[in-house]
């Protein structure tokens, strides 16, 4: 089946076959294939060797080959694959695990910490001295910091748990030219470097050059000796040379320079001034020669008492040995839960700080002070800024606080306060207030207003009680002293979002606040913010809608507004390319993995390397396997949130149809599909849209992907993940955009696409088939083209030629290609032979004809054809012929009726395809294998070439049973040597091949294909009976095969190969029904002739129940072959295995073992049991059976009945030895006469008590068991 382009993911479907075969009725289809026969890979779960070879249905597939014990894992080689262990430790390390010393000691055959002495028994702790984990009285931290490093001496330190304690222990030494050097990452060792990469110098006549030592530091390593050659190393142009005479390149002698981090001096060379490396900077130093002097100077990363933060780590100031400063660890502030913070040039650990405000100096009224956002370490928090003065208010206007009059009175006006005339004055700020003047008290009079605040005799008082309160309107009064009376006086004037409550005492002005400090909302696209006016009341501020900007208004996680882009993700690696974090991985069998790659076995990825394969879990597996991959998300609130992602069903082998794979949010299902329901998802992806808008609150959940495996093989695969937050989102259907190609004869390309969201779809170019004349889609490899149409290419446009079979033959097509047809078909007859690009031409038979196809490949390997008559072509066809070599081959002549076949020609994966191959078709004479008469001694055969050949018969050329033979008594069923009607008893036939052929090779069951000269012979029985047939002497063959078959060419009943007990001839027993059967012997060597005797023994008695524990496939069951009943094993014994039986070769025996060693009589548990129904059966009852020990197996046995199961008497005189192991030996046992009777007995019961082991290992079979009896 072709695979498709992964940019059609959702549109043409990605069918995945890697793990359970492409489907349909095929047995094989359901295991995944295999090309190369005994190549080894690895099981995905990498706990088994896994080998191409044939399963236990003969399908071609990937079965375990070797079990990885342990530490083992399977890992990938040179020879394919291979168990290997993971060894967790080193020969002779010790470790501690709490108060336990671990060493390194081997565990099946890898090295593994295996658990010694506990330290805790002794009152003592572990810990590691000196490399070696031991029991301590006491131990004492001496760093503070796990993994941190530090320089002692030559050396590196880590600071190591070392028990219940840190401490220092030497962890690299520093060799040859190198140092341990300190700086803000901790201590590593250094080289110090005695030159520069590409540097040379003179040494006296010697020219050298910067090389490195064993420890990659940089040294001066002599080269030529210019001396040799009667010449003078010089510097030319900063380099040494050799050259006849020297030339000077500098001009004092003494002076200094910077060679990169080397000190040169000008030294005399000969008669030359010459520059010569005399000094090289290391460590943190670098050569500066600015001020004419070449010296080494440090470069400081820090300033002395100067200290920094990495992290929430302190780093401090320090200086090395060369007096140059560099940070070193100090204080890690994350140990008191503390941050770490530069303040100025000193760090300290401080308290995590949280925002709480939105944006820098923005400022807001917090009563009567303005705040602005100010910057706090990390943090942006409101600060005090500016208290207003008396007589001003703080006030925002257009989101700015200021301070402002707070004018309460009007300019000149006048008022009572009391007994009081006030003013209204203005202060040094321009702000009106009310300012004292006189006290109309002094003079006994009360203060009017009327006409202006003045003293007046008179007065009249509205209230009653002195400093009283109460509303009026939206004002707050008070009950003043006015003169001599009381009178209710304005005193506060409620805000705009104020209202003056007068069920309280006193009356005041209170907030009908519109929200709650700090939080926000979006009102369509407009982002708000909860602020406070003047008075100190909540509303909802409005800032810039966020569609100014083409965005859209969230609430996040904080409970603040903001824009973002409408449908942006907000799940992190959704293709799955980072892998942990940010998502959590769970798996059963894994060891929680379930991100793969192609290495897994499937490229199931969309785009990128890696995707989600959960489960594929084989057979040796651990069922139920939970499985799931998640990740925590905030989904912000105020709009829709959709969760996309691209999911494939692989069902299981048997399947499971309720197994369900689930989406949970916070463990709640929120979308689930059972296998049952797959539909599109079902081996191949789909995409998958859920709905989580419920979940948009701005808080963080849990979203995870998964569900329960139950059955081996079944697999969920996923890729592409988005959680998208905004209107109207969507999905990418394709991933690549302005990627083309081609499906059909349409050019399709992936667009953003109006109807999907504007989201990438697969849309459609050109419909090549609409041009004139018709064209189909092709890729040349520049990109999809309109191309003439290639017959050939598939099914549906194969090579037809005009002319018909058998008229228009013989038929040539030289000159062909498969190349450019493509890979369509693959799991056909083929098999590993249809991986490459195929081609297909249909034959048109008109009547019946033979004939014959030749391929010639033109020097292309491995290659092949098959006809069938449907196309595709299926797993079996009418002809497959295929060739390693690359010479012309083709098929044996074969006769096709009149009809329609298809021809596919093809090849391995590899070379891919046919450059050029010569197809023929030719008429045969006759089809190969077929016979006729030509005259009275002459007999024709078709060879495989289809031709006719003639031989002949002694005896006369005669047509018996249809089919055309020389005369030769034997030689063929047809002519099967006859013995007389069977009326009961022996007879007797003394057989001889010497002039007989080969007709008979498929003795099924017994043993593998016999081609030696065979002899036919024939028996009658006249009613139902128990048949004995042998071969044995007189005779000069001695080892026999013997085959039994219910007519000429009819279905074989039985076969033997050995009897066993050391005889090499054929022996069958069986029940038969009244007819004619045909039985077929000859000898096991294929090359010999000779004579041996056949003889049939019939007993006109019936057989109640056999079992011969042989099934179909060569495994072995406890299913009668006659008759009915039940088998089971004792308690007390294992029998749950079959073995060879007596028969030898592919025969069954019911093999056991867990015998009670040394008992000398019948014990409780220990027998095998087989049941069965009697009725029916009123005369001479009989039991009999094979038995076969091992050397320390039971070597007696007691046989006991019962006829209702339950109560057990032994057999009388059945007591009988096992004889020497390795023998088979048969045993039969009278039933007439036992009381109570097991004639007509609905159940019957019989237990072979087994006794006499002398070892639990010791085991023991039977064969052949059956019960007789008469009606």
């Known amino acids: 089946m072709m695979r498709r382009n992964a940019m059609f993911a959702g549109v043409v479907a990605i069918l995945i076959v890697a793990a359970v075969g492409c489907g349909g009725s095929s047995t094989c289809d359901k295991y995944p294939k295999c090309n190369e026969p005994g190549a080894v890979i690895c099981s995905t779960d990498k706990k088994a060797v896994l080998e191409c070879g044939k399963n236990q249905d003969g399908c071609q597939t990937w079965v375990e080959q070797s079990t990885c014990t342990g530490a083992q894992t399977c890992q990938a080689n040179n020879n394919g694959?291979?168990?290997?262990?993971?060894?967790?430790?080193?020969?002779?390390?010790?470790?501690?695990?709490?108060?336990?010393?671990?060493?390194?000691?081997t565990v099946q055959g890898c090295l593994a910490w295996a658990a010694g002495t506990d330290c805790s028994t002794t009152n003592q702790a572990c810990a590691v001295v000196n490399g070696t984990a031991q029991c301590t009285d006491v131990c004492q931290s001496d760093c503070t910091r796990e993994n941190?490093?530090?320089?002692?001496?030559?050396?590196?330190?880590?600071?190591?748990v070392n028990g219940t304690c840190l401490n220092w222990q030497d962890s690299q030494t520093c060799a040859g030219r190198q140092q341990c050097v300190e700086d803000a990452n901790g201590a590593a060792c250094v080289c110090q470097d005695a030159c520069a990469d590409g540097n040379s110098q003179c040494s006296g006549t010697k020219v050298q050059t910067c090389g490195k030592d064993a420890d990659s530091c940089r040294i001066w390593v002599d080269g030529e000796d210019c001396a040799t050659s009667s010449k003078v190393c010089a510097i030319v142009n900063g380099d040494a040379?050799?050259?006849?005479?020297?030339?000077?390149?500098?001009?004092?002698?003494?002076?200094?320079?910077?060679?990169?981090?080397?000190?040169?001096?000008?030294?005399?060379?000969?008669?030359?001034?010459?520059?010569?490396?005399?000094?090289?900077?290391?460590?943190?130093?670098?050569?500066?020669?600015?001020a004419g002097t070449a010296s080494c100077v440090c470069q400081d990363e820090c300033a002395a008492n100067q200290s920094a933060c990495n992290g929430t780590v302190i780093q401090n100031c320090a200086q090395d040995s060369q007096g140059c400063g560099y940070y070193v660890a100090g204080t890690d502030c994350a140990a008191t839960s503390q941050v770490c913070e530069v303040q100025g040039d000193t760090a300290q650990c401080v308290t995590p700080c949280q925002s709480d405000c939105p944006s820098l100096n923005a400022t807001r009224c917090t009563g009567n002070v303005v705040q602005t956002c100010q910057q706090n370490g990390a943090c942006l928090n409101w600060a005090d800024t500016t208290t207003c003065a008396v007589h001003q208010k703080c006030e925002e206007v257009g989101g700015v606080a200021s301070c402002v009059c707070d004018n309460v009175c009007d300019a000149n006006a006048t008022r009572c306060q009391g007994t009081l005339i006030q003013t209204c004055a203005e202060d040094g700020n321009s702000c009106r207030f009310w300012q004292d003047g006189t006290d109309c008290a002094a003079s006994q009079q009360a203060c009017v207003e009327t006409g202006g605040a003045h003293c007046e005799t008179a007065c009249t008082s509205d209230c009653n009680t002195l400093n009283a309160t109460r509303c009026e309107g939206n004002t707050v009064q008070t009950c003043t002293q006015n003169g001599a009376c009381l009178n209710w006086t304005t005193t506060d004037t409620c805000g705009t979002r104020e209202v003056c409550n007068g069920a309280v005492t006193p009356a005041v002005c209170e907030c009908q606040n519109d929200c709650t400090a700090n939080s926000g909302r979006c009102s369509g696209e407009v982002p708000e913010t909860c602020t406070a006016d003047s008075d100190g009341c909540l509303y909802w501020s409005a800032g810039t809608s966020c569609a100014d900007a083409g965005q859209i208004c969230i609430v996040g996680s904080n409970g603040l507004p903001s824009c973002v882009t409408n449908c942006a993700t907000i799940l992190q690696d959704g293709s799955f390319e980072a892998g942990t974090p940010p998502w959590t991985q769970v798996s059963t069998n894994f060891n929680d993995v379930v991100l793969c790659d192609s290495s897994c076995g499937i490229d199931g990825a969309l785009t990128g390397v890696q995707y989600v394969w959960m489960g594929g879990v084989g057979t040796t597996g651990t069922f139920p396997e939970i499985t799931s991959i998640s990740q925590s998300?905030?989904?912000?609130?105020g709009k829709p949130a959709t969760l996309f992602f691209f999911l494939a069903l692989l069902p299981g082998n048997p399947e499971a149809p309720t197994d369900a794979f689930e989406v949970k949010v916070d463990g709640n299902v929120a979308w689930s599909i059972q296998m049952q329901n797959a539909g599109t998802y079902l081996n191949q992806y789909g995409l998958v849209t859920v709905d989580l808008s419920t979940y948009a609150d701005g808080a963080s959940h849990v979203i995870s992907l998964g569900g329960t495996i139950t059955v081996p093989y079944e697999s969920f695969l996923i890729d592409e993940a988005n959680l998208k937050i905004g209107n109207a989102c969507c999905a990418d259907l394709c991933f690549t955009n302005g990627d083309m190609g081609c499906s059909g004869d349409q050019i399709l390309t992936c667009a953003p696409d109006a109807n999907n969201g504007g989201c990438l779809a697969i849309q459609l170019v050109q419909d090549c088939s609409t041009n004139n004349p018709p064209q189909t889609c092709a890729d040349p490899g520049t990109g999809p083209v309109c191309s003439d149409i290639v017959y050939g290419i598939n099914c549906d446009r194969p090579y037809s030629p005009t002319a018909t079979i058998p008229a228009g033959l013989p038929m040539s097509f030289a000159n062909q290609t498969t190349c450019g047809m493509g890979a369509d078909y693959a799991d056909t007859c083929l098999g590993s032979y249809d991986g490459g690009e195929d081609m297909i031409f249909r034959f048109e038979v008109t009547e019946a004809s033979v004939v014959k196809f030749t391929l010639d490949?033109?020097?292309?390997?491995?290659t092949g054809m098959a006809l069938s008559a449907t196309c595709p072509l299926g797993t079996s066809c009418l002809l497959t012929r295929t060739s390693t070599g690359g010479t012309a081959f083709g098929t044996p002549c074969t006769q096709l009726a009149a009809g329609t076949y298809y021809l596919m020609v093809d090849d391995w994966p590899t070379p891919n395809c046919i450059p050029s191959f010569d197809l023929t078709v030719e008429a045969c004479a006759c089809t190969p294998g077929q016979t006729q008469c030509l005259d009275a001694s002459?007999?024709?055969?078709?060879?495989?070439?289809?031709?006719?050949?003639?031989?002949?018969?002694?005896?006369?050329?005669?047509?018996i049973g249809g089919v055309a033979q020389c005369v030769n008594p034997g030689d063929t069923c047809q002519q099967a040597l006859p013995m007389p009607p069977f009326v009961g008893g022996l007879a007797s036939l003394q057989l001889d091949n010497t002039a007989m052929t080969n007709t008979y090779a498929s003795y099924t069951s017994c043993t593998t294909g016999r081609t030696g000269s065979d002899v036919w012979t024939s028996f009658t029985i006249i009613e139902p009976a128990h048949v004995v047939i042998e071969t044995s002497a007189p005779g000069t063959v001695t080892d026999t095969v013997l085959g039994l078959l219910d007519g000429c060419g009819g279905q074989q009943l039985a076969c033997d190969d050995d009897i066993g007990g050391g005889s090499t001839l054929s022996r069958i027993e069986t029940d038969l029904a009244p007819g004619t059967y045909f039985l077929v012997s000859e000898p096991y060597t294929t090359s010999t002739t000779g004579t041996w005797t056949l003889n049939v023994t019939v007993i006109y008695n019936h057989t109640a129940v056999r079992w011969t524990f042989e099934d179909a496939a060569g495994v072995g069951t406890l299913t009668p072959a006659i008759g009915s009943g039940t088998a089971l094993a004792g308690a007390g014994i294992v029998a749950n295995t079959f073995t060879t039986g007596h028969g030898g070769g592919l025969s069954k025996a019911w093999h056991s073992n867990s015998w009670t060693p040394g008992a000398t009589g019948p014990t409780a548990d220990d027998y095998f049991e087989l049941s069965t129904s009697l009725t029916g059966f009123s005369s001479a009852p009989s039991v009999?059976?094979?038995?076969?020990?091992?050397?320390?197996?039971?070597?007696?046995?007691?046989?006991?009945?019962?006829?209702?199961?339950?109560n057990f008497q032994p057999i009388p005189n059945s007591t009988s030895s096992i004889p020497a192991a390795s023998t088979w030996t048969g045993f039969t046992f009278d039933l007439s006469g036992l009381t109570p009777a097991v004639e007509g007995a609905a159940t019957v019961v019989f237990r072979i008590m087994a006794y006499g082991a002398t070892g639990d290992t010791g085991t023991l079979r039977i064969d052949d068991f059956y019960v007789r009896g008469n009606p």
């Open 938 to 959: 002459t007999l024709q055969t078709c060879d495989a070439n289809g031709q006719w050949v003639d031989s002949t018969c002694t005896n006369g050329c005669q047509v």
């Open 148 to 160: 941190a490093t530090r320089c002692q001496g030559g050396k590196v330190q880590t600071c190591t």
């Open 81 to 105: 694959a291979a168990c290997v262990c993971n060894d967790a430790c080193s020969t002779g390390s010790s470790r501690c695990q709490g108060s336990v010393i671990e060493t390194c000691a």
């Open 857 to 862: 490949p033109k020097g292309t390997t491995y």
């Open 241 to 290: 040379v050799c050259q006849d005479t020297c030339q000077s390149d500098c001009t004092t002698l003494n002076a200094t320079q910077c060679h990169a981090n080397d000190i040169q001096t000008c030294q005399q060379n000969g008669s030359c001034l010459n520059w010569a490396a005399t000094g090289s900077c290391t460590g943190r130093q670098v050569c500066d020669d600015d």
């Open 1184 to 1206: 009999g059976f094979y038995a076969y020990r091992s050397s320390t197996g039971p070597n007696a046995f007691e046989l006991h009945y019962s006829v209702d199961g339950t």
């Open 633 to 637: 998300v905030a989904i912000p609130a």
